[in-house]
T-cell receptor, first 115, second 112 residues
Framework: GAVVSQHPSRVICKSGTSVKIECRSLDFQATTMFWYRQFPKQSLMLMATSNEGSKATYEQGVEKDKFLINHASLTLSTLTVTSAHPEDSSFYIC???????????FGSGTRLTVV | AQSVTQLDSQVPVFEEAPVELRCNYSSSVSVYLFWYVQYPNQGLQLLLKYLSGSTLVKGINGFEAEFNKSQTSFHLRKPSVHISDTAEYFCAVSDEGQKLVFGQGTRLTINP
């Protein structure tokens, strides 16, 4: 149980375009979702926390106008990278808090490459 | 504020040898502690977690960890590793179910 499906797994886009990444909780309701960014050989850096039906809370230094997060339902959260640039290339991972087990489940990640 | 320090960035061991991956945390409140494993280009898989109760926690794939409050540590151990254990391991802490804070990660490399 407690599976989060993340799509796409890989995406290549041109500089200046926008990319949307989706995370869906398949068998539970995810009231809180977390979005992380991971650079090669580094740890996960929390970008923002989203709660269903309210605005996301961004970590210090994360541009909220560039990384748009929407959590419109209890099973879907999306991250849109707007006007992407090569420096936005990274591995993005979503995570949902599982209330029943006091745990967290992670999506499989999205490798974004901006060319 | 919470923080997590993984004391070793890389740990090479021979197959079937025991291994310990070290993790220390700091927090001013009660914490939940986690160990995750990440294989290349994949998300994170939970190995084990400590919420309360017994300080020795057993997880999947033969891993276990011991919560030591006085030393603020949560070291991960496995008595005999396999080639398939080669991966990145992350220790993480949360304050009663809020956001996770991760350590820097430890790359475990198993040599034949």
């Amino acid at each position: 149980g407690a599976v989060v499906s993340q799509h796409p797994s890989r995406v290549i886009c041109k500089s200046g375009t926008s990319v949307k990444i989706e995370c869906r909780s398949l068998d539970f309701q995810a009231t809180t979702m977390f979005w992380y960014r991971q650079f090669p050989k580094q740890s996960l850096m929390l970008m923002a926390t989203s709660n269903e039906g309210s605005k996301a809370t961004y970590e210090q230094g994360v541009e909220k106008d560039k990384f748009l997060i929407n959590h419109a339902s209890l099973t879907l959260s999306t991250l849109t990278v707007t006007s992407a640039h090569p420096e936005d290339s990274s591995f993005y991972i979503c995570s949902a808090r599982v209330q029943s087990s006091y745990g967290y489940t992670f999506g499989s990640g999205t490798r974004l490459t901006v060319v | 504020a919470q923080s997590v320090t993984q004391l070793d960035s890389q740990v090479p061991v021979f197959e079937e040898a025991p291994v310990e991956l070290r993790c220390n945390y700091s927090s001013s409140v009660s914490v939940y502690l986690f160990w995750y494993v990440q294989y290349p280009n994949q998300g994170l898989q939970l190995l084990l977690k400590y919420l309360s109760g017994s300080t020795l926690v057993k997880g999947i794939n033969g891993f276990e960890a011991e919560f030591n409050k006085s030393q603020t540590s949560f070291h991960l151990r496995k008595p005999s590793v396999h080639i398939s254990d080669t991966a990145e391991y992350f220790c993480a802490v949360s304050d009663e179910g809020q956001k996770l804070v991760f350590g820097q990660g430890t790359r475990l490399t198993i040599n034949p």
